[in-house]
């Protein structure tokens, strides 16, 4: 079992950048894929990127590439979110997931087996 904990401190201004950061505390950290998720106000909770258990292989939703990046530290047992120039349309409460497997990444929440606590980030225009 693999217990999550997602940071940042909540408030960037529009064009801004920040980084999530989803720390595991318990589990063998490397045998988990992780992804990042974001549920606004009323809506579904949609995944952001995710990223293969080693980091080799991460994917995007078409409406973040280039601005978002997930990357990981297996020996910190931690995976990123870098954020660039964020939109307040892009205001959510952001979570890291984790999900055990192979193969394909998921995309879909109920393939993620372990979730964060979450985080809300709020852009400001």
């Known amino acids: 079992q693999v217990q999550l904990a997602a940071s940042w401190a909540g408030l960037v201004q529009s064009v801004g950048s920040l980084r999530l950061s989803c720390v595991a505390s318990a589990g063998t950290f490397s045998y988990y894929r992780v992804g990042w998720f974001r549920e606004a106000l009323g809506k579904e909770r949609d995944l952001v990127a995710t990223?293969?258990?080693?980091?080799?292989?991460?994917y995007y939703v078409d409406s973040v590439k280039c601005r978002l990046t997930i990357s990981r530290d297996n020996s910190k047992n931690t995976v990123y979110l870098q954020m660039n120039s964020l939109k307040p349309e892009e205001t959510a409460v952001y979570s890291c997931?984790?999900?055990?497997?192979?193969?394909?990444?998921?995309?879909?929440?109920?393939?993620?087996?372990?979730w964060g606590q979450g985080t809300q980030v709020t852009v400001s225009s």
């Open positions: 997931a984790a999900a055990l497997g192979v193969g394909v990444l998921p995309t879909a929440p109920d393939k993620y087996r372990y």
């Open positions: 990223i293969s258990r080693s980091g080799g292989t991460s």
